[in-house]
């Protein structure tokens, strides 16, 4: 088997015993001597600045794979339906075909974030979602609102579990668990204030001629296309381009980055990538475990979401923006 190749200027620190100091090789083959002490505050210190790049938009960009679940369902109690003829199965045909997009998307999405890199992919999808939320406010009937949920469902399909892919190798396997939880925290954070926002954008309502759900599109949109061009600054490559970010980490910072990664588990340089090896995954029942367990986690906090403001409203008889408020809990 092929020896896998380091990037240059790497090689693996030996292990040594306690208070030890270590022989680090730079790219211009001088020794430099690291201490024990000093390599666990290096890497204390590379682990933080890690986690105040890749964890912060990392969270962000997960808010708004929640962001349209968001407007949609506030949108769902205002004149929405009547103005683009959202009847009948229509609706739900808006929400479904949105998923179905997404799922189909994902994994094609999950391996073009290697090969376009995360900083150019994640701001080039987050620009694109933006985009189209942004042209949601201007639709006039149901059928281009269902084709922008399409094109939506794509766009946001590389966030979540490409963001997934490159948190997994920065951490070590301990360390991954906190922040995956973080990411999600991003998702919860979007639930509790993300009506509270619709409710304000609602007051809008024939400002400018537009009503208050095209509001709701228009000034979000607005804002994701902002972010998408921050990430493009912010975000952070894999460990193995490290150098390529902007700002981020020195040299010795780096290759201390990808020791930490090929001490854990020695992935810091990927295989040669093909198709077979990405299939094979699917042979794992444990993947078919895993879905079926998300499936069903999913199913009622989904459905509550996107229908939640139309049973207070239909059901119990409050008003628009009564029903928005109360989606907030």
Not at 212 to 228: F, K, P
Request: proline fraction near 5%; aromatic fraction near 12%.
């Amino acid at each position: 088997m092929a020896e896998k190749q380091y990037p240059q200027g790497d090689v693996a620190l030996p292990t040594t015993r306690a208070n030890q100091p270590i022989l680090e090789h730079t790219e211009d083959n001088h020794e430099e001597v690291i201490e024990p002490e000093e390599l666990k505050a290096l890497e204390k210190k590379i682990r933080l600045k890690v986690d105040l790049r890749l964890c912060t938009i990392g969270g962000i960009l997960c808010c708004l794979n929640l962001l349209d679940s968001g407007i949609l369902s506030s949108a769902s109690v205002t004149s929405m339906p009547k103005d683009l003829d959202l009847q009948g199965t229509r609706f739900s045909v808006a929400i479904f075909i949105f998923t179905i997009a997404s799922v189909v998307f994902q994994l094609p999405c999950t391996v073009a974030v290697r090969f376009a890199g995360p900083r150019l992919w994640f701001a080039s999808i987050t620009f694109c979602f933006g985009l189209i939320t942004l042209c949601t406010a201007f639709v006039q009937t149901w059928r281009q609102m269902i084709a922008l949920r399409v094109l939506l469902g794509i766009s946001m399909s590389g966030i979540y579990p490409g963001l997934t892919y490159l948190v997994s190798t920065w951490y070590t396997r301990q360390e991954q668990q906190l922040r995956f939880a973080f990411l999600q925290c991003g998702e919860v954070i979007i639930l509790a204030t993300g009506t509270i926002v619709n409710y304000a954008l609602n007051h809008l309502n024939g400002q400018a001629g537009l009503a208050g759900w095209r509001w709701m599109y228009l000034v979000q949109g607005i804002i994701t296309c902002i972010l998408g061009i921050i990430t493009y600054w912010w975000m952070i490559d894999f460990p193995d381009q490290a150098e390529k970010s902007f700002y981020f980490l020195s040299a010795t910072e780096s290759r201390i980055a990808r020791q930490r990664i090929r001490s854990d588990r020695d992935d810091v340089v990927p295989d040669p990538f093909s198709w077979p090896k990405v299939l094979v995954n699917f042979t794992d029942p444990k993947i078919y475990g895993f879905a079926c367990m998300f499936f069903l986690l999913n199913m009622v906090s989904t459905s509550l979401n996107y229908f939640l403001p139309i049973i207070l409203q239909s059901g119990m008889k409050f008003s628009p923006d009564q029903s928005i408020l109360l989606s907030t809990p």
